[in-house]
């Protein structure tokens, strides 16, 4: 069965607020067996959401709408879906008594509007809201369906997982989708896509790559009425997978490169101390961002001045002065400050420009995009330079990818793989 989502609202149109509840309703329909073949976002406006129903009909089995449910006067997705079907609007009794219970147990007095939450097609079930006060609802003609969602998530979520999982379960849709995603890194998507091209050939499992900042995310992908069976498929390709690409596959589902850093670390019974200039704590921010990261994670200094450097960190006065706050020797003393100050098994250093002007400093300015990561250990430092493109905040995301990616391979290099 061809699926289709709506979501409904001018502030998604706009991209004042990001549409969690379609990413989260395309990843639960995978999973059911419904396979979505389009997606539309439209603006509170009567005519162009009836429009996009209705184009939506006229091309799938199941229309899901997201939003415009509520009782102010841009809330269109009752009118919009009875004028699509055809259908008159109606205001049903057993929902009008259901709102005004809602309302007097919290204590509040129902207004004209907020009844306009009690109206519904005329072909239309309503769908209990346990968490809200206005319905979902159900729409059947002509063998098509429309399933029309609120839009708060503590409403929509609970919705989809309880009486909308029943309704879609009695439509007997095609077998579920099964996938696993395999994380990438120091190996390009190009690279990726020719020691695979045989992978990527074959229709089942599908085998595609997503380049994200810093890695690629590799998802293979099946569809069976058997778990057992899919399992199988999956487990034949990710292996093959795993041979060709090596130790470049850091992990598998939703562990981030921070979370194997945390986990790898906490493992060994190591600590991790970063010293941060450009980035000014984004590294460590994403390194705490993991549960569990106080296991591992030991200091994280901010020293964006050069006298910050100097103070906190012990860079040597004549090493700013030779060569400058970004620079392969700052980086150097950098980490190898952070460490010993702090007793930190390991010290993670970034110092770089993100600003689009150059940094006019000795011995020669320095451009936009150059970073320098330095990584001290018990028994070595390495300094990495690179030049990334982008504007201020790509350049400083960038930066924190590279440090967690080198810093990897700096762990790797003292002891053997974790496995994943």
């Known amino acids: ?16 607020i990001t549409d969690t509840n379609a990413v989260f309703l395309a990843g639960w329909l ?128 609970p919705m989809v997982e309880g009486p909308v999982a029943q309704i879609i379960g009695r439509l007997r849709p095609g077998p579920p989708i099964f996938s696993r995603t395999l994380r990438v890194v120091g190996v390009s998507e190009a690279s990726i896509g020719e020691q695979l091209a045989d992978l990527m050939a074959v229709d089942d499992p599908t085998l595609a790559p997503y380049a994200k900042t810093g890695e690629v995310h590799l998802r293979a992908t099946t569809r069976d009425a058997s778990q057992k069976v899919a399992d199988a498929k999956l487990e034949h390709v990710v292996g093959i997978i795993r041979e060709r690409l090596g130790k470049a596959v850091y992990a598998e589902g939703e562990e981030s490169l921070e979370a194997w850093t945390v986990a790898t670390l906490a493992t060994r019974g190591a600590t991790l101390t970063t010293a941060e200039s450009c980035t000014g704590g984004l590294l460590a921010g994403r390194i705490t ?61 970034v110092t770089g420009v993100a600003g689009a002007t150059p940094l006019e400093e000795p011995p020669e300015p320095k451009p936009s995009g150059l970073v320098y990561i330095g990584i ?25 990818s590279a440090a967690l990616i080198k810093f990897r391979d700096f762990l790797l290099e003292s002891q053997p793989l974790r496995p994943v």
């Open 289 to 349: 961002s993991v549960d569990g990261s106080s296991q591992a994670f030991h200091t994280g200094y901010v020293t964006y001045s050069a006298e910050a450097k100097e103070k906190r960190l012990g860079v040597q006065p004549h090493t700013l002065l030779k060569h400058g706050t970004v620079s392969e020797e700052t980086a150097r003393e950098m980490a190898q400050g952070a460490r010993g100050r702090t007793g930190a098994t390991y010290a993670i250093s």
């Open 376 to 400: 001290a250990g018990p028994q070595s430092i390495q300094v990495h330079r690179f030049h990334f493109r982008g504007d201020r905040a790509t350049i400083r995301d960038r930066a924190v």
């Open 30 to 157: 995978a999973r059911n067996g419904l396979a979505q073949t389009h997606r539309q976002t439209v603006g509170d406006n009567l005519e162009r959401c009836t429009e996009a129903i209705r184009l939506a009909l006229s091309r799938s089995d199941v229309v899901f709408t997201i939003g415009g449910l509520g009782p102010t006067p841009d809330d269109l997705t009752r009118a919009a879906i009875a004028a699509a079907l055809d259908e008159p609007l109606i205001r049903d009794p057993e929902l009008v008594e259901h709102l005004r219970s809602e309302y007097g147990r919290r204590g509040l007095k129902i207004s004209g509007s907020q009844l306009f939450q009690a109206d519904r097609p005329a072909c239309a079930e309503a769908i209990p809201n346990l968490n809200g006060t206005a319905p979902g609802l159900h729409c059947q003609k002509s063998g098509k369906h429309v399933v029309a969602l609120p839009g708060p998530k503590g409403e929509f979520v």
């Open 1 to 16: 069965m061809r699926a289709e989502t709506i979501s409904i609202g001018t502030e998604l149109l706009l991209g004042q």
